[in-house]
């Protein structure tokens, strides 16, 4: 049975061609859904200019995520924009997903480590470095490839994904049928949507939602119990 993914792709390229040939060549394993995002789209620049409009970034992304179960993300560094590059995108999708994953892929990956150390590399100190590293694993990225490489390396990752948690599914789920109001089991969070209880889950914003999930499997215990009789 394939597998349906989701990808999220940040680039002021066209991505197309190659989201084209990632789609083709892995058709027979996966059903690939992909969320391109390019940042030079002339719906992003800012009134009567060419520049990069942030807000309506922000909001394009708010937009096109909303009910969507994503399962990996990527940007590229270099948005060809002065003030913003690619690790401010995953700082901005975080704001609405919390943990989720990113590739960070660059041309120039002195430009990237320099940015992210905040002076040249070379003449950091030991502790700068570290600040630096724990700042990309805080920022949930798990990788920094080649630009020329993404597309293999999107590939390895999505072959070998352990992400398919209880919770990763229970999103997926839950988000599927995310207007359907919760009314059972768990009254605290009686009156809310199951996309408000997956936002709640997937970004661990709430303690109540690990409450629900205890509350639902022994619900569904009680009820394989009951059924089993």
């Not at 680039?11 to 027979?28: V, W, Y």
């Not at 948005?79 to 690790?87: A, E, M, P, S």
């Not at 700082?91 to 002195?110: A, C, D, K, P, Q």
């Amino acid at each position: 049975m394939k597998k349906t993914k989701c990808i999220l792709l940040f680039d002021d390229k066209d991505q197309t061609k190659i989201i084209d040939s990632i789609k083709l060549s892995t058709r027979q394993e996966f059903d690939l859904n992909f969320i391109f995002i390019r940042t030079s789209s002339a719906e992003l620049k800012k009134d009567d200019s060419e520049d990069l409009d942030v807000a309506k970034l922000k909001n394009k992304i708010a937009l096109e995520i909303q009910d969507k179960q994503i399962d990996i993300a990527l940007t590229d560094f270099g948005l060809d924009c002065d003030y913003l590059n690619g690790l401010d995108v995953v700082h901005m999708v975080h704001e609405f997903r919390r943990n989720l994953n990113f590739f960070v892929y660059s041309g120039n990956w002195n430009k990237v480590i320099n940015s992210v150390i905040g002076e040249d590399y070379q003449k950091a100190s030991s502790e700068q470095l570290v600040e630096g590293i724990n700042q990309l694993i805080h920022d949930k990225i798990i990788d920094c490839i080649s630009r020329v490489d993404y597309q293999e390396d999107l590939l390895k990752y999505l072959r070998h994904d352990n992400e398919d948690s209880m919770e990763h599914r229970l999103c997926a789920l839950l988000r599927a049928n995310g207007e359907m109001v919760f009314s059972s089991c768990c009254p605290e969070l009686k009156r809310k949507t199951f996309l408000e209880i997956a936002e709640m889950i997937d970004n661990k914003s709430d303690a109540r939602s690990e409450e629900w999930i205890e509350a639902v499997l022994t619900q569904t215990i009680a009820y394989l119990t009951e059924v089993n009789r």
